[in-house]
């Protein structure tokens, strides 16, 4: 079974700085996908960036991007010029690319990471 | 718009109900799901279905059940067995077979009276 765990409960960043949040995930798997997603206080899970096992770059959405690193099974999350509106927690999920079998789709979990940001 | 509409928002239950929580998607997804969201734990999930009249368990079903009667409609229904069913539900729906990410509802908070 896959895990995803996220060690970071809290991170505080400076309004226009930059933050970086941890995600590693355990796997035996080669073909995957990877998501961040947003959830602010109103509860709504938003996908911030998502990316794909198989492609060496790195994914980017505008001040979004990420940091993978298949062989460590690592995917960080940096947020640039971080925003008043980026304040949520952020959920770190893997998908399998097995096509196969009935547990294609499903989502596991990291267990969140509270952002804050100052202005 | 194409969208997720869980309800109600908000649900209160009492001790030995069964209560149902409504999720409908109108986004033509063949794939929904069921997560529940305590604080510090992130999201579970607790059923999911591919395909109409088809559901599976995920990691935590004891306690809840499902129906897929149609593509649009995957109400989940907590049972008096569910002991601590306190929590955010989130439900979702995604195009099966393809590596789209999941859409989901805005939500609904259960609460013990």
């Known amino acids: 079974a896959q895990t995803v765990t996220q060690s970071q409960p809290e991170m505080s960043v400076q309004e226009a700085e930059t933050v970086t949040l941890s995600c590693t995930y355990d796997?035996?798997?080669?073909?995957?996908?990877l998501f961040w997603y947003k959830q602010p206080p109103s509860r709504q899970m938003i996908l911030v960036i998502r990316?794909?096992?198989?492609?060496?770059q790195n994914a980017t959405e505008n001040r979004f991007s990420v940091n993978f690193q298949k062989a460590a099974k690592s995917f960080s999350l940096k947020i640039s010029d971080s925003q008043l509106g980026d304040a949520a927690m952020y959920f770190c999920a893997y998908r399998s690319g097995n096509t196969g079998g009935t547990s294609y789709g499903k989502l596991t979990f990291g267990q969140g990471t509270i952002l804050t940001v100052h202005p | 718009d194409g969208g997720i509409t869980q309800s109600p928002k908000y649900l209160f239950r009492k001790e030995g109900q069964n209560v149902t929580l409504s999720c409908e998607q109108n986004l033509n997804h063949d794939a929904m799901y069921w997560y529940r969201q305590d604080p510090g734990q992130g999201l579970r999930l607790i059923y999911y279905s591919q395909i109409v009249n088809d559901f599976q368990k995920g990691d935590i079903a004891e306690g809840y059940s499902v129906s897929r009667e149609k593509k649009e409609s995957f109400p989940l229904t907590v049972t008096s067995a569910q002991k601590n069913p306190t929590a955010f539900y989130l439900c979702?729906?995604?195009?099966?077979?393809?590596?789209?990410?999941?859409?989901f509802g805005d939500g609904t908070r259960l609460s013990i009276l």
């Open positions: 990316q794909e096992a198989y492609k060496q």
């Open positions: 796997t035996s798997e080669s073909d995957y996908y």
């Open positions: 979702a729906s995604s195009i099966r077979g393809q590596p789209r990410p999941q859409h």
